[in-house]
């Protein structure tokens, strides 16, 4: 089982957000900050929307409820820049970087989104990742002789794809599936007597093992059967991992705080006297959401766990770990199902 994460993104200070791909191997609304209580308001008669002042300085965090997990052929639905809804869905979204060969196989990807429709099957809008942002800013006026309009950002959604992908193993005919053993009937076509439950369990406990753990241990699948409900947690902890370590990164000291410290996101009030003009500035625009695609972008990637004593990446083998419960209620399933057909006593 391979997994893969593909991260496309853009690179600091590019004015227009364009994509650069990069693969590496293997959900929300943002907290905001309402800058406190009290909102001072000053009305400008030249501008078109009120200048808020600041009153809180507090850095802007996000939380699970920022991350959104996508299977195949999901609906998604945004409002874009012009306020016009849209809809999408992700289609296909396992065929990212598909394997075509039969030598291997991958049941399941878990990856960022930095697209969503461009693998469904209709013509379809594409949502590329921050469409559906808003920046907002107040008038930072704690210096009367250096004024700063200070961003926040609204409305952060991280798509996050994790899914079972069949579609090669199927092309080459490989394996049988038992999903989740509640189906009986799948049960009764492939367990005959005690002999075809006992190769079962064999290659149940081949998985509950770990598909890393085996190859790494040059223990091989002999009869090709999977159980894709345990390859959907094992993905799924990927997603966790992947999930986790963003929010950890994006809320520490190099993450979103920034916004409000690092003068490279902060305007002077003699630059935009008017916060739509802040707001609308197209390279101001883009310098935020760079920063923001950065976050995201670094915060995924840390989603690695690492072995204590080699140091090396354990990511895979711990999702394999994670998964064995999973398995284990398989196991279950089959073992008492076997005794009321009278397979095994």
């Known amino acids: 089982?391979?997994?893969?994460?593909?991260?496309?993104?853009?690179?600091?200070h590019q004015k227009p957000l364009f994509e650069n791909t990069t693969a590496y191997c293997f959900i929300g609304e943002i907290e905001r900050d309402y800058?406190?209580?009290?909102?001072?308001?000053?009305?400008?008669?030249e501008c078109d929307e009120e200048i808020v002042v600041c009153d809180s300085f507090e850095p802007q965090t996000i939380n699970t409820t920022n991350f959104e997990l996508l299977r195949e052929n999901v609906p998604w639905q945004w409002v874009d820049k012009q306020g016009i809804p849209q809809t999408t869905n992700s289609g296909s979204a396992c065929k990212l970087q598909e394997w075509f060969n039969c030598d291997s196989t991958r049941n399941g990807v878990t990856y960022l989104m930095s697209k969503i429709g461009n693998y469904s099957i209709t013509p379809q809008t594409i949502y590329r990742i921050l469409d559906d942002t808003k920046i907002?800013?107040?008038?930072?006026?704690?210096?009367?002789?250096?004024?700063?309009?200070?961003?926040s950002i609204e409305n952060i959604r991280i798509p996050m794809f994790s899914a079972f992908c069949p579609e090669?193993?199927?092309?080459?005919?490989?394996?049988?599936?038992?999903?989740?053993?509640?189906?009986?009937?799948?049960?009764?076509?492939?367990?005959?007597?005690?002999?075809?439950y006992d190769d079962v369990m064999d290659v149940l406990d081949w998985w509950w093992e770990g598909p890393?753990?085996?190859?790494?241990?040059?223990?091989?699948?002999?009869?090709k059967i999977r159980f894709s409900e345990g390859i959907i947690t094992h993905e799924y902890q990927h997603f966790l991992y992947d999930r986790d370590s963003t929010i950890s990164y994006m809320n520490g000291s190099n993450g979103l705080v920034s916004l409000k410290t690092n003068l490279e996101f902060q305007r002077t009030f003699t630059q935009f006297k008017c916060p739509e003009d802040?707001?609308?500035?197209p390279f101001y625009i883009s310098v935020i959401n760079s920063k923001i695609?950065?976050?995201?972008?670094?915060g995924v990637k840390r989603g690695r766990t690492i072995d204590p004593i080699t140091k090396k990446d354990n990511t895979e083998f711990d999702c394999d770990v994670a998964a064995r419960k999973t398995y284990d209620d398989i196991k279950k399933r089959i073992n008492v199902w076997a005794k009321d057909n009278g397979i095994i006593q």
């Open 1 to 12: 089982m391979i997994i893969e994460t593909k991260i496309d993104y853009p690179t600091n």
């Open 35 to 45: 800058m406190g209580d009290g909102v001072s308001i000053v009305k400008q008669d």
């Open 136 to 151: 907002n800013v107040c008038l930072d006026t704690r210096d009367p002789n250096n004024k700063k309009w200070i961003p």
């Open 168 to 196: 090669q193993a199927d092309r080459c005919g490989i394996y049988k599936d038992f999903f989740d053993a509640t189906n009986t009937n799948i049960l009764a076509n492939f367990i005959k007597n005690k002999n075809d």
């Open 212 to 223: 890393y753990r085996n190859a790494k241990n040059k223990v091989y699948l002999n009869d």
């Open 278 to 281: 802040v707001k609308k500035d």
């Open 293 to 298: 695609w950065q976050l995201i972008d670094d």
